[in-house]
């Protein structure tokens, strides 16, 4: 996969407050990056300087190896992006506004519009007027729309804002159908955990201007190093947690009706082994997958004691 998008060392200054601080990451061709943050953490002023909707303070920025400051011209040449709501002529059919656009940019011939309009599922409704749109349509009217000349990175500021859950499946599809088919790199900012769970491959978490921590969604379980968190369920939990901690050293938590810790894969056979060999039944061994809202938690409420201390 190559980079698309780097940020090194990115700022922010408004007034005096320093509003993006030392932003540092990349965005590859092919994943879907997630953008997560509370409202206010500054996610959207960081869309506005990749897409030069506003300068930048310090730092820089490249997409596709061309930084913003020194050419923005041509690197804006590979960027698509809806920031906010997409905003359409709603008295025009979803075909006649894909043409007004088609008009602005050169190279957009109408084969291509036939492309994208099959490509984000508006074949059958792209005839009629936008003002009968579902917004879900229109977030995909939307796409269309930033997909026409074509982009190696698609933006999307809170894109499924206002959706009901039938809206906000339609937009994970077309987004993970974008990346397999067209190669593109796809950033989407949110506030919203359970929808970065399922949409996105990687994770920025961003917090009072600050980058905390890049994670991946669904680690590798091919990483030997990689712990998975585990629950074990046995008859006699003192004896469970005895034994446990006597055949290694971890961290291990007392639960209802026995532990859980963290262990590597390779570790697991081996710690079953020990404790029915010192007679601990065991019921149940079971990967409890921590979710996006936890781990974002942890890593903001770490944070957070670190500065304190």
């Given at each position: 996969?190559?980079?698309?998008?780097?940020?090194?060392?990115?700022?922010?200054?408004?007034?005096?407050?320093?509003?993006?601080?030392?932003?540092?990451?990349?965005?590859?061709?092919?994943?879907?990056?997630?953008?997560?943050?509370?409202?206010?953490?500054?996610?959207?002023?960081?869309?506005?300087?990749?897409?030069?909707?506003?300068?930048?303070?310090?730092?820089?920025i490249?997409?596709?190896?061309?930084?913003?400051?020194?050419?923005?011209?041509?690197?804006?040449?590979?960027?698509?992006?809806?920031?906010?709501?997409?905003?359409?002529?709603?008295?025009?059919?979803?075909?006649?506004?894909?043409?007004?656009?088609?008009?602005?940019?050169?190279g957009?011939t109408?084969?291509?519009?036939?492309?994208?309009?099959?490509?984000?599922?508006?074949?059958?409704?792209?005839?009629?007027?936008?003002?009968?749109?579902?917004?879900?349509m229109?977030?995909?009217?939307?796409?269309?729309?930033?997909l026409?000349?074509?982009?190696?990175?698609?933006?999307?500021?809170?894109?499924?804002?206002?959706?009901?859950?039938?809206?906000?499946?339609?937009?994970?599809?077309?987004?993970?159908?974008?990346?397999?088919?067209?190669?593109?790199?796809?950033?989407?900012?949110?506030?919203?955990?359970?929808?970065?769970?399922?949409?996105?491959?990687?994770?920025?978490?961003?917090?009072?201007?600050?980058?905390?921590?890049?994670?991946?969604?669904?680690?590798?379980?091919?990483?030997?190093?990689?712990?998975?968190?585990?629950?074990?369920?046995?008859?006699?939990?003192?004896?469970?947690?005895?034994?446990?901690?006597?055949?290694?050293?971890?961290?291990?938590?007392?639960?209802?009706?026995?532990i859980?810790?963290?262990?590597?894969?390779?570790?697991?056979?081996?710690?079953?082994?020990?404790?029915?060999?010192?007679?601990?039944?065991?019921?149940?061994?079971?990967?409890?997958?921590?979710?996006?809202?936890?781990?974002?938690?942890?890593?903001?409420?770490?944070?957070?004691?670190?500065?304190?201390?």
């Open positions: 996969m190559g980079t698309l998008l780097q940020l090194q060392n990115v700022s922010k200054v408004i007034k005096g407050k320093k509003i993006i601080d030392g932003l540092s990451f990349d965005v590859n061709s092919g994943e879907i990056f997630g953008f997560l943050g509370p409202n206010g953490a500054g996610k959207t002023t960081t869309i506005r300087m990749i897409v030069g909707h506003m300068n930048i303070s310090e730092g820089d490249l997409i596709s190896g061309v930084n913003v400051k020194d050419n923005f011209a041509k690197a804006a040449q590979y960027i698509g992006a809806i920031i906010e709501n997409p905003e359409m002529y709603k008295f025009l059919t979803g075909y006649q506004n894909l043409m007004q656009y088609a008009r602005m940019t050169k957009i109408k084969s291509k519009i036939d492309e994208i309009v099959e490509l984000v599922g508006l074949k059958n409704r792209i005839h009629d007027k936008v003002k009968t749109y579902s917004l879900g229109r977030q995909r009217l939307g796409l269309a729309q930033a026409l000349h074509d982009p190696k990175l698609l933006i999307l500021d809170e894109p499924t804002n206002g959706l009901d859950p039938a809206g906000i499946r339609e937009i994970r599809h077309y987004l993970r159908k974008l990346t397999t088919e067209k190669d593109l790199a796809v950033i989407v900012s949110s506030h919203l955990l359970a929808e970065m769970e399922l949409m996105c491959d990687r994770f920025a978490i961003i917090q009072n201007g600050k980058l905390r921590d890049i994670q991946n969604v669904h680690e590798s379980v091919d990483n030997k190093e990689y712990k998975d968190h585990y629950f074990f369920h046995a008859n006699d939990v003192e004896a469970l947690f005895r034994h446990t901690s006597d055949f290694g050293d971890w961290q291990i938590e007392k639960v209802e009706n026995g859980e810790l963290n262990l590597k894969k390779d570790e697991v056979p081996d710690l079953i082994k020990h404790l029915t060999d010192n007679g601990v039944r065991l019921f149940e061994v079971k990967i409890i997958t921590k979710s996006l809202e936890d781990r974002f938690l942890e890593i903001t409420e770490n944070k957070e004691e670190t500065q304190l201390a």
